[in-house]
């Protein structure tokens, strides 16, 4: 077992590639201005109530106008949708630009998506280089698209074994 912190790094990065997630693009409004980014980390956190978290870069624009708005959108991608988590995964201010949005909710919501939940910041936790955002659910939507998944650094998606299937 390695312990030399670059090596430990590169070694969770890569086992980490190989864990499935879930690909979603988070959203707010800046004033009437739409912002997104993908993310693989998040995760339901609560029934009761709903709520949900999501780890956000602490030095992302994003972050900076969810702490001042106090909400976001969830915006879980269906199994096509691995240009539109492209286009929210780049650097940029114009990720909105050729994309068709509606406010739901008061956030961002993307057309055709899995699953849409619209939160309020219920508390922010210091975690390394990034922020965990707690959220508690206000509204949710869901399709039955399938989602689009990650796992060892390729976009797929979920389907069930015939020994599972309902």
Not at 61 to 81: E, K, S, Y
Request: charged letters at 15%; hydrophobic letters at 40%; glycine letters at 8%.
């Amino acid at each position: 077992m390695n312990t030399n912190h670059e090596s430990v790094a590169a070694q969770f990065r890569d086992v980490m590639s190989r864990v499935c997630t879930p690909v979603s693009v988070i959203t707010s409004l800046d004033g009437n201005r739409p912002h997104g980014t993908t993310v693989s980390a998040f995760a339901s956190l609560s029934m009761d109530p709903p709520m949900v978290l999501v780890s956000l870069d602490r030095g992302s624009d994003l972050l900076a106008i969810v702490r001042d708005t106090g909400q976001f959108g969830m915006n879980i991608l269906a199994h096509n949708q691995s240009e539109l988590a492209m286009t929210f995964a780049r650097k940029g201010s114009d990720k909105f630009s050729r994309v068709d949005w509606q406010t739901s909710s008061g956030v961002p919501q993307l057309p055709d998506v899995s699953g849409f939940l619209a939160c309020s910041v219920s508390t922010l936790v210091e975690g390394g280089d990034h922020i965990v955002v707690l959220g508690s659910v206000l509204a949710s939507e869901s399709s039955t698209a399938p989602p689009l998944t990650y796992h060892d650094r390729a976009f797929g998606t979920h389907r069930a074994l015939e020994v599972c299937a309902r």
